[in-house]
């Protein structure tokens, strides 16, 4: 018989040898942790607010522009005849007005609203991200690449005798036709408005050795003429460096702002004045749908457009705040940081550019902490949408900026993921001609697709011990 101590005693023996043995069965460090993306961050958003240093008379400017911004449109407001939604902040308001999709993507419910008749398209679930809808082709095989929206204005509150059918997307998805565009965030987008062209061609000009030790090119995206399709800025006159969109394709906040009002919420206004739907009984709204009022005295804001409102909304919209301590604590944080340079992401994510001598103060000379070159880089045949953008080819996007990673929901210019992890792992591909049989990619249908400028650097990330992954996913996650 046992006493109770024999019996510790024995146990703690036991637990103690399988511990050891668990420890020398050569069983990979892969299979006993891996890292995990840490979610969400919480606490307070970090974003929205004013960037810091405004003049008062700025400051107004910001809060009108927000205001404007977070207007819900209507029919008589000239929303439609087609469209994504009926706000601006209803795409950007993740983790706070200015963001990316929210949680609950609020397209679910605009399909009906005001009486609204539209069905629901099969890539919009309520928990996805806000998406908008592009062709690659016209049924003749030329280049499409436009918009096609989603909803329309059909048995809607003041749509009196407009009928539209919707695109038949099944039918374009069926046909490899079909792609998806999140909205990108907004936050300090005016730093990057103010980033001279000199700074963002030194930056793509530093480190060449390593660049192509690794395999990394990019370039940048300038309208010029003769390379213009969809809805690119069509000014091929002054050759500079388009910066805002997943691929670069606009240059100014005001040309993002105008864009967005026609495309998304078909509101013509003072860049955009054509309908983009020319059913004669859907023109319910004297075109252009939103110009400067010319007779307004108020101030501020005066008469300006919405577009011009949502441009100063957006150019004072501060950059967000990084935490410090979380995810994982400081020094995860702090390693994840220098190992994220170490394997090369930083060569295309580069940590901070600055601005030039702009004319608001609050703007000029600054540091911009984007982790971005705002560069395209081509990024392999599974990314490739085959659209093309000014001079940005099918499989070529700019580097997305990763300030306020933290708290974005949904990665990829097409949202087709929530977890970092395979975030990193989609910028790895081997191109069409590498491909093999198993290999988790499947095919565009197209061979003409190069391997992804970011293979050497995630076969880096790849190679790396579990906590290093994981000092990596939180650093990214503290942004």
């Known amino acids: 018989m046992h006493n109770?101590?024999?019996?510790?005693?024995?146990?703690l023996w036991t637990v103690t040898v399988l511990a050891?043995?668990?420890?020398?069965?050569?069983?990979?460090?892969?299979?006993?942790?891996?890292?995990?993306?840490?979610?969400i961050r919480g606490g307070e958003p970090g974003a929205g607010e004013p960037i810091a240093g405004l003049t008062d008379r700025e400051q107004d400017f910001f809060e009108v522009g927000k205001d404007d911004f977070e207007e819900t449109e209507e029919v008589v407001n000239g929303i439609g005849p087609r469209m994504n939604l009926d706000s601006c902040v209803g795409c950007h308001n993740q983790p706070a007005t200015g963001g990316t999709s929210p949680a609950v993507n609020?397209?679910?419910?605009?399909?009906?609203?005001?009486?609204?008749?539209?069905?629901?398209?099969?890539?919009?679930?309520?928990?996805?991200?806000?998406?908008?809808?592009?062709?690659?082709?016209?049924?003749?095989?030329t280049r499409d690449g436009g918009v096609y929206n989603t909803f329309t204005i059909s048995g809607r509150t003041g749509g009196v005798d407009c009928i539209l059918d919707q695109p038949d997307f099944e039918r374009e998805f069926a046909r490899n036709n079909l792609i998806f565009r999140i909205p990108t965030p907004l936050f300090g987008a005016g730093l990057i408005e103010q980033i001279p062209d000199s700074v963002i061609l030194a930056n793509q000009a530093a480190n060449p050795?390593?660049?192509?030790?690794?395999?990394?090119?990019?370039?940048?995206?300038?309208?010029?003429?003769?390379?213009?399709?969809?809805?690119?800025?069509?000014n091929g006159n002054d050759g500079m460096i388009a910066?805002?969109?997943?691929?670069?394709?606009?240059?100014?906040?005001?040309?993002?702002?105008?864009?967005?009002?026609?495309?998304?919420?078909?509101?013509?206004?003072?860049?955009?004045?054509?309908?983009?739907?020319q059913d004669p009984a859907c023109q319910l709204v004297r075109v252009p749908n939103d110009v400067t009022d010319t007779e307004s005295i108020t101030t501020p804001p005066g008469g300006l457009s919405a577009i011009n409102l949502f441009a100063f909304f957006q150019r004072f919209l501060a950059p967000p705040?990084?935490?410090?301590?979380?995810?994982?604590?400081?020094a995860s944080i702090n390693n994840g940081r220098e190992v994220f340079e170490r394997v090369g992401c930083a060569f295309c994510h580069t940590s901070t550019l600055t601005t030039g001598d702009s004319t608001v103060a609050a703007l000029r000379n600054q540091p911009v902490n984007l982790?971005?070159?705002?560069?395209?880089?081509?990024?392999?045949?599974?990314?490739?949408?085959?659209?093309?953008?000014?001079?940005?080819?099918?499989?070529?996007?700019?580097?997305?900026?990763?300030?306020?990673?933290?708290?974005?929901?949904?990665?990829?210019?097409?949202?087709?993921?929530?977890?970092?992890?395979?975030a990193i792992q989609e910028h790895k591909d081997p191109g069409n001609e590498h491909r093999s049989r198993g290999n988790k990619h499947k095919s565009s249908g197209t061979e003409k697709f190069r391997p992804s400028e970011a293979n050497a650097v995630i076969d880096n990330f790849e190679r790396l011990g579990e906590q290093e992954k994981q000092d990596v996913l939180n650093f990214l996650r503290s942004l």
């Open 371 to 422: 982790y971005s070159d705002l560069l395209l880089h081509n990024m392999g045949p599974d990314l490739a949408d085959d659209i093309l953008q000014g001079q940005a080819l099918g499989d070529e996007f700019r580097t997305a900026p990763l300030w306020g990673l933290g708290q974005r929901i949904f990665f990829m210019h097409d949202g087709r993921t929530s977890d970092l992890v395979e």
């Open 106 to 141: 609020p397209q679910m419910a605009f399909a009906s609203k005001d009486g609204g008749t539209d069905s629901i398209p099969f890539f919009i679930r309520i928990d996805g991200p806000v998406r908008e809808a592009r062709f690659k082709f016209n049924p003749d095989g």
């Open 209 to 234: 050795n390593d660049k192509r030790r690794l395999g990394i090119g990019g370039r940048p995206n300038r309208a010029k003429p003769g390379r213009v399709t969809g809805e690119t800025n069509k």
């Open 243 to 277: 910066r805002f969109g997943w691929k670069a394709q606009n240059q100014s906040m005001l040309m993002f702002s105008g864009e967005a009002y026609n495309v998304e919420m078909g509101i013509t206004n003072e860049l955009f004045q054509s309908e983009r739907e």
């Open 20 to 39: 050891v043995s668990f420890l020398h069965t050569g069983v990979p460090e892969a299979q006993q942790f891996l890292a995990i993306d840490p979610g």
């Open 321 to 330: 705040t990084p935490s410090t301590d979380t995810p994982g604590g400081a």
């Open 4 to 11: 109770a101590t024999s019996i510790g005693r024995s146990l």
